[in-house]
């Protein structure tokens, strides 16, 4: 069984850019989470969705990041304009939602640097 | 609302010593806990969950933790430690089957020979 899929694995921009991240979650999965981890910090929660729609975002700074999941499968997450406190690893991860419901599965991440 | 603390932000033992990582929770319901290990540059690996069931739980690579509601913890242990065991390790309350997790801040284990 494929695991989770990210990319791009690492990523540097300038303050002030836009960047997007993509997340191929286990096939089957309805629920998607995405996590942001600040070096030194464990992950936080950004948006959880259930197939495609959101089921919370509220730790999400919607002035600057977005996020869908179109179809209820795929997700990509946007940042624009980039801030360098956005620097960190961006973290999905996917649930089946039955059977084994307390597992979640995660990517590999996404490394965000911002100049 | 529901909380985190990892007593200890690095930990070291010798091979074959016994490890133990510090987990105290806080949570208004039932909690359902976790401990995650990551390996750099990679994701978080589920090494066990406690889900109401067994107070004590066994995961892989010979890690088990123990739920003690009487204390709000659930700290991980391992009898014998091998170098593949360095990591960053975390522990992670829920609430309900789907809902999203909350984690502590984080255990660095260094394993020396």
């Known amino acids: 069984e494929a695991g989770v899929a990210q990319s791009p694995r690492y990523k540097i921009i300038e303050k002030r850019q836009s960047v997007a991240f993509w997340c191929n979650p286990i096939?089957?999965?309805?629920?998607l989470y995405w996590y942001q981890q600040i070096l030194g910090q464990g992950p936080k929660l950004l948006i959880q969705?259930?197939?495609?729609?959101?089921?919370?975002d509220s730790q999400l700074p919607k002035d600057r990041f977005s996020a869908e999941r179109l179809k209820g499968v795929d997700s990509t997450l946007k940042i624009q304009p980039a801030k360098l406190e956005d620097s960190a690893v961006y973290l999905c991860?996917?649930?089946?939602?039955?059977?084994?419901?307390?597992?979640?599965?995660f990517g590999p991440g996404t490394r965000l640097t911002v100049t | 609302a529901q909380s985190v603390t990892q007593l200890g932000s690095h930990v070291s033992v010798s091979e074959g010593a016994l490890v133990l990582l510090r987990c105290n929770y806080s949570?208004?319901?039932?909690?359902?806990l976790f401990w995650y290990v990551q390996y750099p540059n990679q994701g978080l690996q589920l090494l066990l969950k406690?889900?109401?069931?067994?107070?004590l739980v066994k995961g892989i690579n010979g890690f088990e933790a123990e739920f003690k509601k009487s204390e709000t913890s659930f700290h991980l242990t391992k009898p014998s430690a091998h170098m593949s065991d360095a990591a960053e390790y975390f522990c992670?309350?829920?609430?309900?089957?789907?809902?999203?997790?909350?984690f502590g801040k984080g255990t660095t284990l260094s394993v020396s020979s």
């Open positions: 949570s208004s319901v039932p909690p359902y």
């Open positions: 992670a309350v829920g609430h309900q089957a789907g809902t999203a997790l909350i």
């Open positions: 406690y889900t109401s069931a067994a107070t």
């Open positions: 969705f259930q197939n495609n729609g959101v089921v919370d």
């Open positions: 991860a996917s649930s089946p939602g039955q059977g084994n419901l307390y597992e979640q599965y």
């Open positions: 096939s089957g999965h309805a629920t």
